[in-house]
């Protein structure tokens, strides 16, 4: 016998749930601004999802997949990322789209069933939100493999959910862009649930970060809620690929203190004591205990902090509000980048039909 | 003109483009050194090298959804699924994807992308690699679907297919990369959603599609030779988008429509055409609209067995006389 492969998979963390620096902090991590900066874009995020839900109780918004919980990994991964470079995110990466520019008013929109919603004012190269699971990960094979042709130093770091890693195109991704030594970046938000499917039933792997190894990318684990730690882990995995060296999958370990949307109820399947002790692990705590114990923060810049985030997603939702719906023609206008023939007679056939509709309406007024 | 297989305008097609916009890619599987598994793509690699002509692991899925990806960042890339069957395990980025895309961010988000595909039957390669699958493609809005039968054809279409600004299945019939036909030399393109009328009859306008438009043509010189009945050919070319206009002034100059059809006869395509010429040309039609079809069942591996269920021309003669007589 022979050893002839080996491997091991690190996990890395920086701020532990208590605030306490458990490891030497990156540079960044040192500047009181940066902490503040992280830390304001984590709160807002929560602040998004609330109101995002409030919105989805009172009939305003469809389906809503909250983040809450696993706000330090969509912010610590976009705040880690270049303008240039390129986002690929699941359903629950808010905090991500908004440090990347994406507004408050296009994610409600998007989540209102407004298309114009994933017409982003800001990163016009970031990928739409990947409702079908991991396809994603494919989809940042293409787009680094459009860098690597054109010699561009971009990323695409795709953002995927540990239910995702048990996916065919997961494994077939990772392949390629080892095999072709892609720059592309996946970052697992491991929450621990796939709706149901609690992380122990999706596979009888060790860790998730070890799928990379099989691909023959690096892979690592870190602490998902840490914010610090993420924003390091995924910029050192982001100049790795930008320099040509190797692709990288990073499992941040979080947890989903939300149901899975608001279409779900998930007191049926995991009990309140679990629930209640991630909540002791959070990650916009831990930051508030750090930023107190070693940056001076005090309860002012905290309430005004809170308030300025509030009023923010305040304004965007008053603007999603008062935004009107598309006309249903659009959807003829935009499935095709000209209008077949054959769709011609039908996009006429209904709008013929909805005028009738909207005429026969007012009679009976 | 130069005299080229089917195969070979395949790769002329790509060639051309490939000469013309350097964020035409190929990517699939066996594509490069071995020059596709049906000889398609030979000699591409060695014009433009191993950057642009990718052979990938054999992952549908990773395959299309890189594809996907590179379209929406900046490449005009070509993948090739080596028999359409196989679209079963990657129909996902295809329907629920490429072809949602770009409604779903409101038309900012083109996907320039074609999937090339050896479709149908006629070669002995049984079940799960000889089905017609356009259809399914039809099926699902957002799509453009071409399948040529002709060597200039495909070298036109294929051309038009890669320049065009949405997502493009172009389905190769395999028992027809032998066929010889005529392809101009030059640049050569040929608009997307055209039929051709390639025989003008007076009694009955037959439509055909890919492998079914050399036998209907067949059938159409049977019935003028042996039953002194006229026959017009329409060949498709593309279903989505789909050239009614053609079709129903075809139909409506004879009177009759038989459709000719590789695939399995449910929701084949050929019910959507009838359907098309039923509502706008009923009154005009001197007997019921006829469907010649593959019955809806798999196709077999015994040669005996295939050649039973794929329409031949004696079935569309057939079909045609009892219509006529």
Not at chain 1, 105 to 126: H, K, T, V, Y
Not at chain 1, 249 to 271: G, M, P
Not at chain 2, 179 to 206: F, H, M, Q, W
């Amino acid at each position: 016998m022979s050893i002839v492969a080996k491997f091991q998979i690190e996990c890395f963390s920086c701020i532990d749930a208590d605030g306490h620096a458990v490891a030497e902090l990156p540079e960044f991590a040192l500047d009181r601004d940066v902490l503040i900066e992280l830390y304001r874009w984590m709160v807002l995020t929560r602040a998004f999802d609330e109101r995002a839900i409030t919105l989805q109780r009172t009939g305003r918004l469809g389906t809503y997949a909250s983040s809450l919980g696993q706000e330090a990994v969509g912010v610590g991964l976009a705040h880690a990322m270049l303008a240039e470079d390129v986002l690929l995110p699941s359903f629950r990466e808010h905090g991500a789209q908004l440090v990347r520019g994406v507004t408050a008013g296009e994610i409600l929109q998007f989540w209102g069933g407004d298309e114009r919603g994933s017409d982003f004012s800001g990163p016009r190269s970031d990928f739409p939100v990947s409702i079908p699971v991991a396809s994603q990960a494919a989809h940042a094979v293409g787009a680094a493999l459009a860098f690597k042709l054109s010699k561009a130093q971009r990323v695409a770091v795709a953002v995927l959910g540990d239910g995702a890693t048990s996916k065919g195109d997961f494994y077939e991704s990772l392949n390629i862009a080892g095999a072709w030594n892609l720059p592309v970046v996946f970052v697992v938000a491991n929450n621990q649930w796939a709706i149901s499917v609690p992380r122990a039933d999706q596979t009888a792997a060790a860790t998730l970060a070890q799928k990379a190894v099989a691909a023959g990318i690096t892979g690592l684990q870190v602490d998902g809620n840490d914010v610090v730690v993420v924003r390091k882990a995924v910029s050192d995995a982001l100049e790795q690929a930008r320099n040509g060296s190797r692709p990288c999958l990073i499992e941040a370990l979080t947890y989903r203190l939300s149901d899975h949307t608001t279409v779900d109820d998930a007191s049926r399947y995991r009990d309140d004591e679990e629930v209640s002790a991630h909540w002791q692990a959070e990650p916009i705590a831990r930051l508030r205990k750090h930023l107190i114990a070693v940056h001076g923060w005090t309860k002012e810049e905290e309430s005004d902090l809170v308030e300025l985030c509030a009023a923010e997603v305040d304004e965007s939702a008053d603007a999603y509000l008062a935004e009107s719906p598309q006309p249903p023609e659009t959807i003829f206008d935009y499935t095709y980048a000209s209008l077949p023939q054959s769709l011609v007679k039908q996009r006429g056939e209904l709008l013929a039909l909805l005028k009738d509709a909207d005429n026969g309406t007012e009679h009976e007024q | 003109m130069a005299q080229l297989t089917y195969r070979e305008a395949v790769a002329a097609a790509m060639a051309q483009e490939m000469r013309r916009d350097p964020n035409v890619v190929f990517l699939g599987e066996d594509i490069a050194a071995a020059g596709g598994v049906f000889k398609t793509s030979v000699g591409l690699l060695e014009e433009f090298g191993a950057d642009r002509v990718r052979d990938t692991p054999i992952s549908e899925q990773a395959i299309l959804g890189a594809t996907m990806g590179a379209a929406m960042t900046g490449l005009r890339p070509i993948a090739e699924i080596m028999f359409s069957d196989f679209f079963a395990v990657c129909w996902d980025i295809v329907a629920n994807e490429m072809a949602k895309t770009r409604y779903m961010t409101d038309g900012q988000v083109t996907l320039p992308l074609v999937i090339r595909s050896g479709n149908g039957g006629g070669s002995r390669f049984g079940a799960q690699h000889s089905q017609a699958v356009e259809n399914w493609a039809m099926a699902v809005p957002g799509l453009k679907v071409v399948a040529p039968a002709l060597p200039g054809d495909v070298k036109g279409l294929l051309a038009a297919a890669i320049r065009d600004p949405d997502p493009v299945l172009f389905f190769e019939q395999k028992s027809l990369y032998a066929t010889k036909g005529e392809v101009p030399d030059g640049e050569y393109v040929i608009e997307l959603g055209k039929a051709n009328v390639l025989r003008s009859g007076t009694d009955v306008t037959i439509v055909a599609l890919a492998l079914m438009v050399p036998r209907a043509l067949k059938a159409a010189e049977q019935l003028e030779a042996e039953h002194g009945i006229s026959a017009t050919v329409v060949d498709l070319r593309s279903l989505v988008p789909l050239d009614t206009q053609t079709i129903l002034a075809e139909v409506a100059k004879t009177g009759r429509m038989v459709t000719v059809e590789e695939n399995p006869r449910l929701c084949g395509w050929g019910a959507e055409v009838s359907s098309i010429v039923a509502e706008e040309l009923f009154w005009d039609l001197d007997g019921p609209i006829v469907r010649v079809t593959t019955p809806h069942i798999p196709l077999a591996a015994a040669d005996s067995m295939e050649d039973a269920m794929l329409p031949n021309a004696d079935r569309i003669v057939q079909a045609v006389r009892q219509l006529v007589d």
